[in-house]
Every structure is written in structure tokens, then in C-alpha cells.
């Protein structure tokens, strides 16, 4: 589903003349197109999954916010700028991002579910939460309110 969207988009941004977003979308599809060889190759019949696609999207969303940083302290705005605007058209294809507090609740109930009482429980807890919320929890703030909970 998440291709079909992909490729819907190119159409309709090559179609409207947007070259930064068209620019962006086929680097998208090219990255999947590797990695779905590469997969292939390793004996996954069918490809990238929807999840890695994802998390593929969030790596390249983190790439590009770094860059960001990089380009601002060396006073390159304008390819900062560039930098931003291919987030904008990557960011409406991840999963909507937790608040702070269903980050809150999801930790709580995480706890309550695994029987977590010490520090030692971290790695359990966070593992259980990357299972379920995988590409839309923040987990260093997960892992900072786990923290606060079980000291």
C-alpha cells in the first residue's frame, strides 16, 4: 500500500511540475528498488515489507534533519532549505508520531503488563514498546520516562 501511495505521488508531482518532490519520491522508490534486491538476494521472497519501508523513510527523515544541523553552522541555508523541503514530502508517508503523554500511558501500561519494578526490567520494556508502536514512538523519550518510573 505504502508503494502504491509512493508511486501515486510521483505521478501527481511530475504531473504538477513539483521537481523537489518528484526528485524526492524517485530516490524513494530507488532506495526500495535496492533494498527489495538486496532482500531478495538474503531469500526474502517478496521484498521490503512495509515496515522496513517505513523505517527506511525514518532513517532517511534523520539523515536529513542532521544535515540540516551540518549545513546551518556552515551558513548554507539554501541547501538547508532543500533539506527541509524533502522532509515535507517524506514526513506524509510515516505513521503519525505518539504525544508525550500516549508515550506516558504506553510506558505505564508496558510496565503494569510486563511486571516491571527495577532498572534491570529496561531492556524488556523497551523491546515489548518497539514491538508494538515500532516507527511512530519516540524511544529515547520512552526510555527517559521508563527510567524516571523504575528508579
Not at 20 to 38: H, S
Not at 62 to 90: G, K, L, T
Request: charged content about 35%; proline content about 2%.
Amino acid at each position: 500500500m505504502l508503494r502504491e501511495r509512493l508511486n501515486a505521488a510521483l505521478k501527481e508531482a511530475v504531473a504538477a511540475g513539483e521537481q523537489r518532490a518528484a526528485a524526492t519520491l524517485r530516490l524513494i522508490l530507488a532506495a526500495i528498488r535496492e533494498r527489495d534486491r538486496v532482500a531478495r538476494e538474503a531469500g526474502a521472497a517478496e521484498g521490503l515489507d512495509e515496515a522496513g519501508i517505513v523505517a527506511m523513510l525514518q532513517d532517511m527523515v534523520a539523515q536529513r534533519r542532521q544535515e540540516i544541523i551540518r549545513c546551518e553552522a556552515c551558513a548554507r541555508v539554501d541547501r538547508a532549505e532543500q533539506e527541509a523541503e524533502e522532509i515535507r514530502v517524506i514526513e506524509p508517508f510515516l505513521p503519525p508520531r505518539m504525544s508525550q503523554d500516549e508515550i506516558r500511558a504506553a510506558v505505564e501500561a508496558a510496565i503494569e503488563a510486563l511486571g516491571a519494578t527495577r532498572l534491570k526490567d529496561t531492556g524488556k520494556v523497551i523491546a515489548a514498546l518497539k514491538e508494538r508502536y515500532g516507527g511512530r514512538m519516540d524511544f529515547a523519550c520512552a526510555k527517559r520516562l521508563l527510567c524516571e518510573r523504575l528508579h
